[in-house]
Every structure is written in C-alpha cells, then in structure tokens.
C-alpha cells in the first residue's frame, strides 16, 4: 500500500508542476521556447524517417526476397522501425530539450525550488557536463529499451507485459533527466542522483510514467515541458533530497525561501 501512495505522490508532483506553472505564466512562456525547437527538430527527423521506412525495412531484410508475404513483412517492419523512432524521441525529448535549453531551465528549476546559500554555476560550465551525463543515460536507456523493443515482437507478451515494462523503465529515466538540475544545484553527483532515484523508486516512478504517457502525445510533451522541470524541482525539495544546502552564515532567516 505504501508503493501505491508513494506512486500516486509521485504523479501528484507532475501536476503540482502543471500548477507551479500556470500560476507562473512568465516561466512557462520561457519554458517553452527550448520545447519547441527541439519539437521542430524531432517532426522533421520523423517525417523524414516515415517517409523512408519502406527503404529501410526492405535494407534490414534482404533474406525475405523470396517470401511470398514479404510485401506485409516489409511493411510491418517499416511501421516498427518508425513506431520505434518514435519512441527513441520520446525517450531523448527531455534531453535534447534540456541540452538546447540548459540556461532557460536552470532558471526555472531556480525559481521553482529556490535554495539560499546555492552557488550558482553559469551555464557554460554545467553544459558539458549535463551533455556527458545525458549520454550516459541514453546509453542506460538503451541498454534496456532494445532488448524491449525486440520483445514487442513476441506475441501476446509482445503487446501486454512489454508496453508496461517499457513505459516503467522510460518514466524512470524520464526522472533521471529531470531531476538533474534540481540535483546538480544541491552538487549531488550522477551516481547518487541514481542512488536517491532509486531509493524512492515508487515516487521516482509515479513522476515519470504520467510525464511519459503526457509526452507521448508530440504537441502536449511541449507545452508540459516547463511544468515537468518545475514539478522536478518540487519533486526533488518534497521527496528526493529535501535537505538545504549548507549555509555560510548561521543567520537562520537564509532557511526561508524568498518571496
């Protein structure tokens, strides 16, 4: 039962982003402008990957030549590979998207999870950073996402077990994204923000299943971008690493967030 309520906590935490944001217009404006780049971007590379899946699925399968029915086999590959471009740009959404708009979101996480005593590092310094820890978890993504991607042609496993187990291992690594720059600013290194993740799995992953199920819908995963930082952030003070970062001055009014 407590899974559940901390599953559920973790869901409500994706909504109180929704509500951070609607009550900070401004913010979800500036959220928006990275969203949408890296939006353009990712229709054009799946226009251009539905336009030639055909062309692709007949490279990968030179060995149906000679089927009788490689016509259909051709083409429910074609629609695999593009179902499985899709899910590969719902998976690195967030980290294009946090790439492209590092500036832009570490202000936001700012604003949202306010924390005095922070140093605030430019964002010229964290973006190499933030670029090299993406990739380390899009490697991790992957490592557990194609072997899945394969599975989906088993039948009846294929099309019940393995949808969820997919959907629970993006909303995980959909977090991991997220919750970066709300972890970065309290200096908590990639293999702890893993640890911490981890440690309250269920809240970890009701956060990232309902961000990810929001953006598999392309046009929606843009406009909650601004609050899936936000509710990050929320996320993070709440549950992950609610402890404040050591203040200098014993002056016990720096605990307070500023208005």
């Known amino acids: ?31 928006l402008i990275p969203a949408v780049i890296a939006f353009a971007v990712y229709v054009a ?3 251009l990957l539905g336009t030639h899946a055909r062309d692709l699925a007949e490279f990968f399968t030179p060995f149906a030549d000679s089927w009788s029915w490689a016509d259909l086999f051709r083409t429910l590959v074609g629609i695999a590979l ?3 471009g899709l899910a590969l740009a719902v998976l690195t959404f967030t980290a294009l998207t946090l790439a492209i708009g590092e500036p832009f979101y570490e202000r936001l996480s700012a604003e949202a999870d306010p924390l005095p005593g922070a140093v605030e590092q430019p964002w010229w310094r964290t973006l190499p950073r933030s670029i090299r820890d993406s990739l380390v978890t899009l490697f991790y993504v992957l490592l ?9 042609f088993v039948p009846v496993v294929g099309q019940t077990v393995v949808p969820v187990v997919g959907a629970f291992v993006s909303g995980f690594f959909l977090t991991v994204e997220l919750t970066t720059l ?11 923000r893993f640890t ?12 990232g299943v309902v961000g990810f199920l929001l ?3 392309p046009f929606v995963a843009v406009v909650t971008m601004p609050a899936a930082v936000a509710g990050a952030a929320l ?5 992950i690493s609610p402890t404040q970062p050591p203040d200098p001055t014993p002056n016990p009014t720096h605990l307070t967030p500023p208005a």
């Open 215 to 217: 953006f598999l819908v």
């Open 144 to 152: 557990f996402t194609v072997p899945l991607f394969f599975l989906g």
């Open 196 to 207: 911490l993740l981890r440690r309250n799995m269920a809240t970890t992953l009701g956060f």
């Open 1 to 31: 039962m407590r899974s559940l309520r901390d599953f559920a906590a973790g869901v409500g935490f994706f909504f109180q982003g929704l509500g951070w944001v609607s009550r900070h217009g401004r913010w979800w404006l500036f959220g």
């Open 182 to 192: 709300a972890l970065e600013r309290r200096g908590v290194a990639r293999k702890e």
């Open 45 to 47: 590379a799946l226009i």
């Open 82 to 84: 593009f179902l499985g």
């Open 235 to 239: 996320l993070v003070r709440a549950r």
